[in-house]
C-alpha cells in the first residue's frame, strides 16, 4: 500500500486536534477563532509534548487559500450601495477610530524602540477590530437587536474595506518607497481605479452571465462558478500587482450584488469555513512561548493600548459620528479588540519579509487576551457612563450629547452640491471606463494590428484602424461625460430658478467637454505625428459628432439602463419577496425607538398561537410591525394572527423592550424529548382472535387510529402484496394486519386481541 502524503497527515492531525480543542471551547462559550489559535499551538513545533506538523509550508498554502475564501465571504456581506446608504455618520467614526488608533500603535511601538516597518504594520494591525468577535460577543449577549449595535456593524463594514486598502498599501510602503511620497499617492489612485474598473465591469458582465445559464445551474455548479469566479479575479489582482485577497474581496462585493447573492453565501460558508479554521490554526502555530515569555511587557502595554484607546478614540469617533455620549461610549468599549485582519495583515509583513519575527506572536497574544476581554468591556460601558454622569456637571453632558445629535449628515443637502456629487461620480466613472479601454487597446489591439497590416514604417494603417476602434468603442463613455446630468431635475430647477445659475451650469458642460477632448486628444497624439492645434480641433469635431449622434446616445443609455438593472437586481428581488426594511426604519433610529428583526425558532413555544394569546404588548411593551413568512409580508397584524416556525417578526420599541422580547422569544422552547428511542414507530403483525376486541367491527369502530394512536396499512391474504383495508371492511377471525405505531401503542392493541 503507497505511503499517505505528510499534506494528508498534517491535514488529518490539525482538523482532529482543532475539532477536538473548538468543542472545549464550544462550551465554555469562547469564540471559536481563540481555539484554533490553541490547536495552532499545541501541534507547532514549538509544542515538544505533543505530535507536531511535519511539513510547514503545505499548510502555509492551505492558510493563503483560507485568507482568500475568508476575503470572498467578507465580500459577499460587503455591499457599496450600503456604504452609500449609511450616509456620513459611520464613514466619519471609522476614519476617526482607524487614523487615531493607527498612529498610537505606531507611536507604541517606537516607545519601545522597534524598527520603524513594525511601527507601520503594528499600528495597522491594532487599529483593526475583529468583526467575527464582536458579532460572537453581541450574540451571546443578546445585544444584536440593540440600536447601538446597527453603528458598531456600520463601521466594522467600513473597517474591513479600510483593511484591505491598507494591505495594498502596506505592500507599496514594503517595496522601498517613501511612505510620505509619490508613491503612497499613486497606489491610493491604482486601488481606487481598479476597484471602481472591476465593480464596473463584474456588475455590468457577471449578473448578465448568470442569467444567460440559471437553467443551467443548480447548488453544485454555482458554488464551482462562484469559486472559480472568486480565484479568477484572484490571480487577475496578483497580475495588476495586487494582493490576491484584494482580487477575492472585490469579486466578492461583485457577486453580492447578485440576485444569487445569497445563495452563494449558503454554499461558499462550509468551504470558507474549513479554509479559514486552517488559517487561523497556522496563526497559532507560529506563537513561540519563549518570544511571549520575552515579550511579556509589551504584550500587556499593547493590551493596555487598545483597551484605552478604543475606549477614548472610539467613544470620540462615534460622538463625531453623531451618537450621543451613552451610545457612542457603548460603541467604543465595544470595539476593544483585534482579530482576523491582524492576523492577515501581519502574514502579509511576514511574507513580504518587511517585519521581525516577534511581532506575529506578539500580535496573537494580544488578540487572544482583548478577545477574552471584550464582553467585559461591553458590560463596562455604561457603569463607566453612569460614573461619568455623576462626576461631570449636567450642562458639560447636555453640550456634548447637542454637538453629536447635530450633526450635519442629517440635513438635507443643497441642489447644487447633489447636481455636482452626481456629476462627479459619472465623470470618474466613465473616464475610468475610457482609460481602462484606451490602455487594454494600444496593450493588445495595437501590437496585434501591426503585426498583421503591413504598412509604412510607422505602421500607418495599424495606428489609424486602432485609434478609429478605440474611438468608437469609448464614444458611449463620452458622451455620457458631456450629457449626463443635464437633463436632470436639479439641473432644471436650478436653470429655472435664477438666471444666475446658468453661467455655472453651462461652465459644468465646459468643463466635462474638455475632459472628453483630453481623451480624444490622447489617442490621436499617441498614434500620429500631427500638430497639438490640429489635434485639438479634430477631437473637437469628434466629441462634438459623439454628442449630436443619436445612435451613441442609444447604445449610451442601453449600456446605463442594464447596469442600473444589474445593480439593483438584489433589491428588487428582495422587494418582491417581502424582504426589504420599511421605508420609515431610518427615521426612528434618530428617536429612543427602532425596528429589530427576530427570527422564530422551529421549537418555540409561541409556535401556533396568536397574538393575541401571546399578549405580547402587555408583556413587553413593543409593536408588531410586520410578519415576513417566505415571500409574504403581513403588514399591520391582528390579533388572530397565528405565529409559525421560521416567521421573521419585526418589532418596534426600545432597545430594552426589543432585547426582552428577543430573550423570551429565544428561551422559551418546547423541552427537549429525552426518550425519543422510544418513539421509534414499528411494524407489527396482528391476527384477530375470537376472543379479541375488534372482532365484528369496521375499522372506523374499532379505534385503532383513533384510541390506540396506530394505523392499519394492509389485510393479508395470502398474496404477494397486503390488501388495503377499507373503512367499512369488518374485522373476522383469523385475519392478519399490519400495524404501524409506537411500542407501547402496539403493545395496547396485542393485549386487546
Not at 453581541?138 to 486598502?165: H, N, P, Y
Request: aromatic share 10%.
Amino acid at each position: 500500500m503507497a505511503e499517505i502524503p505528510f499534506l494528508v497527515k498534517d491535514l488529518a492531525l490539525i482538523l482532529m486536534v482543532a475539532g477536538v480543542v473548538t468543542l472545549i471551547f464550544k462550551r465554555l462559550k469562547q469564540p471559536l477563532v481563540l481555539g484554533y489559535i490553541v490547536a495552532g499551538f499545541l501541534v507547532s513545533p514549538h509544542m515538544p509534548y505533543t505530535v507536531s506538523v511535519m511539513d510547514e509550508t503545505d499548510i502555509q498554502t492551505w492558510a493563503d487559500i483560507g485568507v482568500i475564501f475568508t476575503l470572498f465571504s467578507l465580500g459577499l456581506d460587503f455591499s457599496f450601495k450600503k456604504i452609500v446608504k449609511m450616509g456620513a455618520s459611520p464613514v466619519i467614526a471609522c476614519i476617526v477610530i482607524v487614523f487615531c488608533m493607527m498612529m498610537l500603535g505606531i507611536s507604541v511601538g517606537h516607545g519601545f524602540g522597534w524598527d520603524r516597518m513594525d511601527c507601520i504594520f503594528l499600528g495597522g494591525m491594532l487599529a483593526m477590530s475583529s468583526t467575527t468577535i464582536i458579532y460572537k460577543a453581541f450574540d451571546d449577549m443578546g445585544l444584536r437587536q440593540q440600536k447601538f449595535a446597527s453603528m458598531v456593524m456600520s463601521v466594522l463594514i467600513l473597517e474591513d474595506i479600510l483593511a484591505i486598502v491598507m494591505m495594498v498599501m502596506l505592500s507599496a510602503i514594503a517595496g522601498g518607497s517613501n511612505p510620505d511620497g509619490e508613491q503612497m499617492i499613486s497606489s491610493v489612485l491604482r486601488i481606487g481605479f481598479f476597484l471602481v474598473l472591476w465593480f464596473i465591469v463584474g456588475i455590468f458582465a457577471i449578473p448578465l452571465f448568470l442569467r444567460s445559464v440559471r437553467k443551467l445551474i443548480n447548488g453544485e455548479t454555482l458554488l464551482v462558478v462562484s469559486l472559480g469566479l472568486c480565484c479568477g479575479m484572484a490571480v487577475l489582482s496578483t497580475k495588476v500587482g495586487f494582493s490576491s485577497a484584494f482580487g477575492a474581496f472585490v469579486m466578492g462585493s461583485i457577486l453580492a450584488e447578485t440576485i444569487e447573492a445569497e445563495k452563494i453565501i449558503k454554499l461558499v460558508e462550509p468551504v470558507k469555513n474549513l479554509f479559514g479554521a486552517i488559517f487561523f490554526v497556522s496563526v497559532g502555530m507560529l506563537v513561540d512561548p519563549k518570544i511571549l515569555v520575552e515579550y511579556a511587557v509589551p504584550i500587556l502595554a499593547l493590551v493596555g493600548t487598545i483597551l484605552v484607546g478604543q475606549a477614548i478614540f472610539g467613544t470620540f469617533g462615534f460622538m463625531l459620528g453623531g451618537e450621543s455620549l451613552k451610545s457612542a461610549m457603548r460603541c467604543g468599549f465595544s470595539m476593544a479588540q483585534i482579530g482576523e485582519f491582524s492576523f492577515i495583515i501581519a502574514s502579509l509583513g511576514l511574507s513580504l519579509g518587511v517585519i521581525s519575527n516577534f511581532l506575529y506572536p506578539v500580535v496573537v497574544a494580544v488578540s487572544v487576551i482583548t478577545t477574552f476581554l471584550t464582553p467585559y468591556m461591553i458590560r463596562l460601558a455604561l457603569p463607566s457612563y453612569q460614573q461619568m454622569e455623576k462626576h461631570l456637571p449636567c450642562k458639560f453632558i447636555n453640550i456634548l450629547n447637542h454637538f453629536a445629535m447635530s450633526h450635519p449628515s442629517t440635513q438635507q443637502q443643497s441642489k447644487w452640491k447633489s447636481l455636482i456629487r452626481q456629476m462627479a461620480i459619472n465623470t470618474v466613472a466613465y473616464s475610468i471606463l475610457s482609460a481602462a479601454t484606451i490602455a487594454m487597446m494600444f496593450t493588445f489591439v495595437l501590437p496585434l494590428m501591426r503585426n498583421l497590416l503591413p504598412g509604412w514604417q510607422l505602421h500607418w494603417y495599424a495606428n489609424a484602424l486602432t485609434g478609429l476602434l478605440t474611438v468608437v468603442l469609448i464614444s458611449p463613455f463620452l458622451r455620457a461625460i458631456v450629457m449626463k446630468k443635464n437633463h436632470s431635475p436639479e439641473w432644471k430647477r436650478l436653470w429655472v430658478e435664477s438666471s444666475i445659475n446658468r453661467i455655472p451650469l453651462l461652465f459644468t458642460i465646459v468643463v466635462r467637454y474638455i475632459i472628453a477632448l483630453a481623451f480624444i486628444f490622447y489617442i490621436i497624439n499617441y498614434l500620429s505625428r500631427f500638430t497639438n492645434a490640429l489635434i485639438v480641433c479634430i477631437g473637437a469635431v469628434v466629441v462634438l459628432l459623439m454628442v449630436a449622434s443619436r445612435r451613441i446616445k442609444k447604445r449610451s443609455i442601453v449600456m446605463e439602463r442594464l447596469f442600473i438593472h444589474n445593480l439593483r437586481s438584489r433589491d428588487i428581488a428582495a422587494q418582491v419577496n417581502g424582504e426589504k426594511r420599511p421605508l420609515y426604519a431610518g427615521h426612528l433610529l434618530d428617536r429612543d425607538i427602532h425596528i429589530s428583526e427576530i427570527e422564530v425558532p422551529e421549537d418555540s413555544t409561541w409556535c401556533g398561537k396568536s397574538l393575541k394569546e401571546l399578549h405580547l404588548r402587555e408583556r413587553f411593551g413593543i409593536d408588531m410591525s410586520s410578519i415576513r413568512r417566505g415571500s409574504q409580508r403581513l403588514n399591520i397584524p391582528n390579533g388572530d394572527t397565528v405565529i409559525f416556525p421560521g416567521d421573521k417578526l419585526q418589532i418596534i420599541g426600545n432597545d430594552d423592550q426589543n432585547h426582552k422580547f428577543a430573550q423570551a422569544l429565544t428561551s422559551e422552547l418546547a423541552p427537549e424529548d429525552v426518550d425519543i428511542e422510544k418513539r421509534e414507530m414499528k411494524l407489527r403483525q396482528l391476527i384477530i382472535s375470537g376472543g379479541s376486541e375488534f372482532l365484528g367491527k369496521t375499522l372506523i369502530e374499532s379505534g385503532i387510529r383513533d384510541k390506540y394512536n396506530c394505523m392499519v396499512v394492509g389485510l393479508e391474504e395470502g398474496r404477494e402484496n397486503l390488501t388495503r383495508v377499507l373503512p367499512t371492511r369488518v374485522f373476522k377471525k383469523g385475519d392478519i394486519i399490519w400495524l404501524v405505531g409506537e411500542e407501547a401503542d402496539l403493545q395496547k392493541i396485542q393485549e386487546k386481541s
